[in-house]
């Protein structure tokens, strides 16, 4: 289940690492001011992009997943950094596409979902153009899609649709479910939609062209589509789409005007066009419609239903006409809030008379979990529960508990916006209980072992709380609703001033030495331990993990906890940072070394416990 995030800093994190986030702002900053790109392959085949979309792909869930050839992340983890530059611009020099493992994922109305998986390889090059492409197209995208874009959620999409219902007043909405959207994509449409769009590099749209084209194992090569699954797929979705956002968007918002009626706004310098509205709502016939659109789910929300009748089969026909795609006559509608529910992102809404204001009828929202998810809540919390009956072991029963505490406390923050989700998790609270007692019964005790602080704060008022063998288990009754945050406006990973309220954890880095590292690997190791350095050296705030003192170049060492040659690695959890004199200390086996180095150091008692652990894992005497 999609938790709702606070704005995610890894991938800004780690443009920073690799110095690479001056580049993406000036392409944004460029792509904004309607500038054309025709050499965009050195940006995407610096050796700080490659190593970039190396760290961005490992830490990417997907990683572990194998496509045709077998091989996961960890297949890439023991290369040499130089040698998976050197590969990639090898393969780009004349790009042929791996085939793509092709997974059927069941739908809940029973039917499969393709996905078509790229070699890791290959997901390493899509990564490598996802970086460059997005800051170009972000410039370019509508404001109102929220689907798949840095610093967008679900979450900010149902605050708009509850924004254009209850404030705007727009209580007829057109439902639109374009039918099987991933597998109808035009090739040919796409990529001169790219090129409309600026990016004009034709080695860049060749090799997207080949990513299309990569032929599906089993089945063959396809004609047309996005492979879901792939690292790019997303972002080529947005691209077709977006042309369908700015066309809604000039019936109505954007469209001309022989007078300047809007004026910028003080407080946060948006346009304001309350006006412009009134003028054209006074003196036009024009119908009055909003798009949102999250991924490929859209909705169009109109002031009465004859401007959504014709907006419904206009849009219709421009999808066909414009990018081949079809409606689903069975999915898609005209929905009348004040009297039915439309389904968005799982949740459905609808409005209700709230008392009068002026003489006029005030609607309120009102939303709820949509009936499939309650279902499939019901059902997935219910074979969490049979796991946590049937443990293997006592490891085997924590994790079960801790998997289920995961998962309510997951559907709990995505859902917690809707108006009723107390009344709607009653309900299925009352549905889990029952087959908990069922299932767990004596096991089942009121106390236990102290919440932790973040369960407290959450959960603690709560007498519904259980306990197996001390461990809580969360009520999946118990929650809250809170309003839907909308996307703060001066959120942009691609302008200095976007970024200063989204992440300022570098402020206590020396970036100075933080590019240090970054330009200067240690050579002969894999891309996997000297990514891990930079890593590390973020992570302990540029301070050594025993002294505490700050690291200095030159003096700055990466310890394995466990050696290579008692079966150690280099994955990050293996690996710590510590200045020379410590590295000294923490190998010395001489008891005048010991002494010297002791003295120097001046360790005190906290410090030398960590100092004997790391010894501990090395099998040398405690000092």
């Known amino acids: 289940m999609t938790t709702t995030k606070k704005p995610k800093k890894q991938k800004l994190r780690n443009a920073e690492y690799y110095d690479l986030q001056g580049t993406f702002d000036k392409l944004y900053s460029e792509s904004k001011n309607g500038r054309v790109f025709h050499d965009l392959m050195p940006t995407i085949l610096s050796e700080n992009n490659i190593c970039l979309a190396y760290r961005n792909l490992k830490k990417n869930s997907g990683s572990m997943t194998a496509g045709t050839d077998k091989k996961t992340i960890k297949y890439l983890e023991t290369w040499k950094e130089q040698d998976i530059v050197g590969y990639v611009r090898k393969r780009l020099k004349w790009y042929v596409a791996q085939p793509v493992r092709r997974v059927e994922i069941p739908k809940e109305n029973g039917k499969t979902r393709p996905l078509g998986i790229p070699t890791i390889m290959d997901r390493l090059i899509q990564q490598c153009f996802l970086q460059v492409l997005e800051p170009i197209c972000e410039?370019?995208?509508?404001?109102?899609?929220?689907?798949?874009?840095?610093?967008?959620?679900?979450?900010?999409?149902?605050?708009?649709?509850?924004?254009?219902?209850?404030?705007?007043?727009?209580?007829?909405?057109?439902?639109?479910?374009?039918?099987?959207?991933?597998?109808?994509?035009?090739?040919?449409?796409?990529?001169?939609?790219?090129?409309?769009?600026?990016?004009?590099?034709?080695?860049?749209?060749?090799?997207?062209?080949?990513?299309?084209?990569?032929?599906?194992?089993?089945?063959?090569?396809?004609?047309?589509?996005?492979?879901?699954?792939?690292?790019?797929?997303?972002?080529?979705?947005?691209?077709?789409?977006?042309?369908?956002?700015?066309?809604?968007?000039?019936?109505?918002?954007?469209?001309?005007?022989?007078?300047?009626?809007?004026?910028?706004?003080?407080?946060?310098?948006?346009i304001d066009k309350g006006y412009v509205y009134h003028v054209l709502r006074e003196k036009t016939t024009l119908k009055e419609c909003y798009g949102l659109r999250y991924a490929d789910d859209f909705r169009i929300f109109c002031r009465n239903r004859q401007d959504a009748e014709k907006l419904f089969i206009a849009t219709q026909k421009w999808l066909k006409e414009r990018l081949g795609l079809t409606v689903s006559p069975e999915k898609s509608k005209i929905v009348n809030l004040r009297k039915q529910y439309s389904d968005f992102l799982g949740f459905k809404m609808k409005v209700k008379p709230n008392g009068k204001r002026n003489g006029k009828v005030r609607y309120t929202v009102v939303s709820h979990i949509s009936d499939k998810r309650v279902n499939k809540i019901k059902t997935r919390a219910a074979e969490m529960v049979e796991k946590i009956k049937f443990p293997k072991n006592k490891d085997d029963e924590h994790k079960s508990i801790m998997d289920y505490n995961s998962y309510v406390m997951g559907i709990h923050n995505y859902y917690r916006i809707a108006t009723h989700v107390s009344f709607d998790f009653a309900k299925i609270g009352f549905s889990v209980k029952r087959t908990m007692n069922y299932r767990l019964g004596q096991r089942l005790e009121k106390s236990g072992n102290t919440l932790p602080q973040y369960v407290q704060q959450r959960y603690g008022k709560s007498s519904q709380i259980r306990y197996i063998r001390g461990l809580f288990v969360l009520p999946i009754a118990y929650?809250?609703?809170?309003?839907?945050?909308?996307?703060?406006?001066?959120?942009?990973?691609?302008?200095?001033?976007?970024?200063?309220?989204?992440?300022?954890?570098?402020?206590?880095?020396?970036?100075?030495?933080?590019?240090?590292?970054?330009?200067?690997?240690?050579?002969?190791?894999?891309?996997?331990?000297?990514?891990?350095?930079?890593?590390?050296?973020?992570?302990?705030?540029?301070?050594?993990?025993?002294?505490?003192?700050?690291?200095?170049?030159?003096?700055?060492?990466?310890?394995?906890?466990?050696?290579?040659?008692?079966?150690?690695?280099?994955?990050?959890?293996?690996?710590?940072?510590?200045?020379?004199?410590?590295?000294?200390?923490?190998?010395?086996?001489?008891?005048?070394?010991?002494?010297?180095?002791?003295?120097?150091?001046?360790?005190?008692?906290?410090?030398?416990?960590?100092?004997?652990?790391?010894?501990?894992?090395?099998?040398?005497?405690?000092?």
């Open 139 to 270: 410039a370019r995208f509508h404001d109102r899609s929220f689907g798949f874009r840095p610093n967008r959620s679900q979450e900010n999409a149902v605050a708009v649709a509850y924004s254009l219902a209850q404030r705007q007043h727009l209580h007829y909405v057109v439902d639109l479910d374009i039918k099987s959207f991933f597998d109808n994509v035009n090739h040919g449409k796409l990529l001169r939609q790219m090129w409309t769009m600026g990016i004009r590099d034709k080695h860049v749209i060749s090799i997207i062209s080949a990513m299309l084209k990569a032929e599906v194992a089993g089945i063959g090569f396809p004609e047309k589509g996005t492979p879901q699954g792939g690292i790019i797929s997303p972002l080529l979705s947005n691209i077709v789409l977006n042309e369908l956002d700015w066309w809604i968007s000039s019936q109505w918002e954007n469209i001309p005007m022989r007078k300047n009626y809007g004026h910028v706004r003080s407080d946060n310098g948006v």
């Open 479 to 623: 929650v809250q609703t809170v309003p839907p945050k909308h996307r703060a406006r001066n959120w942009c990973v691609y302008t200095p001033e976007g970024r200063a309220d989204i992440h300022k954890s570098l402020e206590k880095v020396n970036v100075d030495i933080l590019r240090y590292l970054m330009q200067n690997p240690v050579r002969g190791e894999s891309i996997e331990y000297n990514d891990n350095r930079l890593s590390l050296y973020c992570a302990q705030q540029g301070k050594c993990a025993i002294s505490g003192k700050p690291l200095v170049i030159g003096e700055i060492d990466c310890h394995h906890k466990t050696r290579r040659a008692d079966g150690g690695d280099d994955r990050y959890t293996n690996l710590v940072l510590i200045c020379h004199d410590v590295h000294i200390l923490l190998h010395a086996t001489k008891d005048e070394t010991i002494r010297a180095y002791l003295e120097k150091l001046s360790l005190n008692c906290k410090q030398l416990d960590k100092l004997n652990r790391l010894r501990k894992r090395l099998n040398l005497p405690t000092i």
